[in-house]
């Protein structure tokens, strides 16, 4: 892989940390932008990580030890135009890895200013970057992370971005119609729409990853630094839901799928998403193009990660139950979900392995902030509804425990 210089916004995420360091061991410059946002609303939640992070500075400390190249991660915020766009013209990337985004749900829908904040930021940000990138870095490859929620549950199946009806003899080639759960997946179907714009109007280079769920406490390779870790969140905003599962079986709470359980999606191991997001930085489009990849490993039910979990989890002598709650949203419990992910696939992409082995390693990992996890388990319940009339939701038939 030939060295690269990668800017990432939104470095001190769960995804972005880990990235800047895997990237980094695969030799290449690194720099960066964050506002530290994810910090600040999960406090404000009253949540924390259940695996303990650094704070910006240790973390740069760290990086400075670990590593040899230089790196260049500021705290700053996409909405500022002019300080992106300076420090774009400064660093000439010829990557960008768009990860700044508000990647929540159920925070965009707790009220009006949530739900507002949410798209100012998503959908301005990602504007920003498009004309800081056009007027300043115009060849580099934008990877930006979209969602597998942007589809939403259609009925049919779903082709990796694009389908081409027909109409009086002549083939379009149209976005594949979307379907967003919420005001946050909507802000993303915005930001794709004004993506594939840009790349057609300017001429600009993107890569839209669709991914779907993600979960796990680590990748390979990294170093036992603790100041090297990952965030790993459990609340009902950020908290994934197999990081929420492992979370509650660690603690022994009973697992809570929403509903049903039916609803499908596709899920991704951490250390996973580090490859594929290698593999698509490695093999940037044509200018002018933009590719859409649909990004994960397989589709699960709900009720099949639940079991998933409850069955690893008594391997480690954790006995948890499963207890479905009343579902706060608003999406269908069954429905047909068949996904393509062919370009992933020919890039090069081959699981890490199963499910099943990510998990185990999640509940040693989470093991030792059994206390930390237990002192906040009231989170690990949802309040927040799709219908505004948020309070605390009861399970189907009694009421949750803890």
Known sequence: MPERSIFIAGFDGYLGWPLTQHLLQCGHVVAGLDAM???????????????????????????????????????????DFATLRAFL??????????????????????????????????????????????EVCPEAH??????????????????????????RGRRDRLPFPRQAGS??????????????????LWGLRSTDIMQGVVFGTGIDGQAEDPRLKTRLDFDQCFGTVVNRFCCQAVIGHPLTPYGEGGQKRGFLPLRD??????LVIDSPPEAGDYRVINQFDACYTVNEIASMV?????????????????????ESTYHEYQPDREKLSALGYRPSGSPRREIRLMLEDLSP??????????????????????????????????
């Open 369 to 402: 902030y059994r206390e930390r996890i237990e002192a906040r388990a009231k989170l690990l319940l949802p309040d927040i509804r799709w219908d505004g009339q948020h309070r605390r939701l009861r399970a189907l038939g009694r009421e949750a425990a803890g």
């Open 142 to 167: 934008l990877v930006k992370l979209g969602t597998m929620g942007e589809y939403g549950t259609p009925a049919m199946p779903i082709p990796e971005g694009f389908f081409e009806p027909e109409f």
């Open 310 to 330: 409850r069955q690893v989890a008594a391997g480690e002598g954790m006995e948890v139950d499963i207890l479905p709650l009343e579902n706060p949203r608003l």
């Open 37 to 79: 946002l994810r910090r600040d609303q999960v406090a404000e939640l009253g949540a924390c990580s259940a695996i303990p992070i650094a704070s910006p500075q240790e973390r740069m400390a760290a990086l400075g030890e670990h590593f040899h190249q230089a790196t260049d991660l500021r705290t700053g915020n996409m909405l």
């Open 89 to 134: 013209e400064e660093f000439q990337p010829d990557t960008v890895v768009h990860l700044a985004e508000i990647p929540s749900a159920a925070w965009s829908m707790i009220d009006q200013a949530h739900s507002s904040f949410t798209q100012h930021n998503n959908v301005i940000g990602t504007l920003n970057l498009l004309w800081a990138m056009h």
């Open 273 to 278: 998403v580090m490859q594929c997001l290698s």
């Open 183 to 200: 005001f946050y997946h909507w802000s993303k179907v915005h930001d794709s729409n004004n993506t594939m714009f840009a790349c057609r």
